[in-house]
């Protein structure tokens, strides 16, 4: 299987290089208080000094720490003109790691915060597996993490390390439903189920793929495919409906698993281990049942609407034809009034 891909590369590198501050944010972030400017007064050289205060900008602006290497010039020159000293006496292979790591502990304390470690990544981890139970989207975990690492005052670790623990608490939450899926399930309900993996009569197509599609259209043949599938489906989800229950996935889980199997291509399923793929090809089945539901009611009212407007034409046109053979009728009345009255 894939490694699950949680941000895209460029937001990685956005995440992983100090923030670009304009003018303005430059100034907010790299206003330093007294206590802060003693500290770095009493450091040995200048790029230790430099250094020291290009962290704590940043860490204000981002919550985290980065490599020298990716240190703006801007803020580099802008920093050494607060220490009247010269950019050019920041060396960045002389900013040393053990150095920087004793730097960072000082930031941490000065502004509060702890540093992210073996016990904070444990709580983080249950953190995790409970936005997991409830199947946020990968990325969406990745934000809240954030949120309640700079709520929680921590220090926020580089955003691979942060993505690996995503990964592992989806890793375990998806294990225990399939661990789930292989004591529930019975033989004659994955038997079903693979049936969904065989090809139809319909140009070889799979019946997984064809069920996929639902069209939306009101004519009489399509309203009749829509639905068979639908039939199909509510049969399916009657035999699964106890083993929905006892998954507990709701409809954001159901969702979440149901579009894996939309995005999909078929051999992609398949090369899932067989608890794995029954887990997706349920929740699939339990989302298009809810799916199929609501577009037989909404093509239910749209026939009822295009019935409804071709009556009202019919109304209208009668109407308008018996004002037309009334109006013939009167003339020929008023008519037969003037030849009696010009005879007599």
Known sequence: MPRMRILTASEETRLELPPVLSGTERKRFFEFPAPLLNIADKLKGATNRIGFLLMCGYFRSARRFFLPKDFHANDIRYVARILRLEPENFCIDAYRETTRLRHQRAILEFYGFRSFDRQIETLLGDEIARMARVHLKPKAIFERCLDYLVQNRIQIPNSFRLSDLIRDGLNRRRAQLSGQIDDLLDEPTRQALDRLFEQGSDENRYKLTLLKKQSQSTKPAKIRESSADARLIA????????????????????????????????????????????????????????????????????????????????????????????????????DAIDRDLLTK
């Open 235 to 334: 049969e399916l989800f009657e035999r699964l409906s106890p083993f929905l229950e006892e998954l507990d996935l709701g409809p954001d889980g159901i969702r979440y698993f149901a579009g894996s199997v939309q995005r999909a291509r078929i051999f992609q399923l398949q090369q899932r281990a067989d608890a794995d793929r029954y887990l997706h090809v349920i929740a699939f089945i339990a989302h298009q049942h809810y799916r199929s539901q609501d577009r037989l009611v909404d093509m239910l009212l749209a026939t009822i609407q295009s019935f409804q407007r071709a009556a009202d034409r019919d109304q209208k046109d009668q109407l308008f034809e018996q004002r037309k053979d009334h109006g013939n009728r009167l003339g020929q009345l008023l």
